[in-house]
C-alpha cells in the first residue's frame, strides 16, 4: 500500500479533460513539493510536473498541476492518444524519511 | 544533454549481491544528487537511495541494512549494491539525477535485474 494514494485507473475521450488526484498527509504533500512522472510502455520514467505546477521545458501547456493541502492533482487538458500511460506522483516524506511514489494511475484514452 | 545509462549483470541468484553502475554523459556527475529507483513488475516506483557528489547519502529505511551506493567522480559513475536479494528483488533498476528530492530528471533507460537460480 503506497503513503501517496492514487486512483488506479482512469479514462478519457479525445479532446477531453482527466484529472488524476493524489491524496497524502501533512508529512509529505503538505509541507513538501509534490512531483509528477509519466511512464509510456516500455519507457523510463518522464518528468511531467515539477514543484507542484511547473513544467520542464518539451512538456506541453495541457499538462498542468496543482496542489492544495494535502492533495495533489495533474489535468491533462484535451486529451490525446499518446498520452495513454502510467501517471506517478511523488514527494518527500518527511516523517518517513524517504521519497514516496503514489501506486500509480494507469490513464486510458477511449 | 545529460544522459544516463545503467550497466551490470541482468540475473544474480538468491542471497547474491546485486551490482549495478550508472555512467554520464553530457554532464559532470559533480554537480546535483543521484537516486536509484527500481520498479517490480507490474508494481509501482520505489525510491532506493541517493548518493550526492560528495559522497553523502540518504537510503529507504526499508532497504538501508542491505543498500550501498558509492561514487566514482573520475570515471562520472555512480554504483548500487544490494546485498542478500531474493525473488522480490526482481526489478527495473533506474538510475536518476536528482535535482531536489523526488525531482528526478533525466533518468536511465533502466535495468531489468532478475533474481533467480
Known amino acids: 500500500q503506497s503513503v501517496l494514494t492514487q486512483p488506479p485507473s482512469a479514462s478519457g475521450t479525445p479532446g477531453q479533460r482527466v484529472t488524476i488526484s493524489c491524496s497524502g498527509s501533512s508529512s509529505n504533500i503538505g509541507r513538501s513539493y509534490v512531483y509528477w512522472y509519466q511512464v509510456l510502455p516500455g519507457t523510463a520514467p518522464k518528468l511531467l510536473i515539477y514543484r507542484n505546477n511547473q513544467r520542464p521545458s518539451g512538456v506541453p501547456d495541457l499538462f498542468s498541476g496543482s496542489k492544495s493541502g494535502t492533495s495533489a492533482s495533474l489535468a491533462i487538458s484535451r486529451l490525446r492518444s499518446e498520452d495513454e500511460a502510467d501517471y506517478y506522483c511523488a514527494a518527500w516524506d518527511d516523517s518517513l524519511n524517504v521519497v514516496v511514489f503514489g501506486g500509480g494511475t494507469k490513464l486510458t484514452v477511449l | 544533454q545529460v544522459q544516463l545509462q545503467e550497466s551490470g549483470p541482468g540475473l544474480v541468484r538468491p542471497s547474491e549481491t546485486l551490482s549495478l553502475s550508472c555512467t554520464i554523459s553530457g554532464g559532470s556527475i559533480s554537480t546535483y544528487y543521484w537516486s536509484w529507483i527500481r520498479q517490480p513488475p507490474g508494481k509501482g516506483l520505489e525510491w532506493i537511495g541517493y548518493?550526492?557528489?560528495?559522497?553523502?547519502?540518504n537510503y529507504n529505511p526499508s532497504l538501508k541494512s542491505r543498500v550501498t551506493i558509492s561514487i566514482d567522480t573520475s570515471k562520472n559513475q555512480f554504483s548500487l549494491k544490494l546485498t542478500s536479494v531474493t525473488a522480490a528483488d526482481t526489478a527495473v533498476y533506474y538510475c536518476a539525477r536528482d535535482s531536489d528530492v523526488a525531482w528526478f530528471d533525466p533518468w536511465g533507460q533502466g535495468a531489468l535485474v532478475t533474481v533467480s537460480s
Open positions: 548518493i550526492s557528489f560528495s559522497g553523502s547519502t
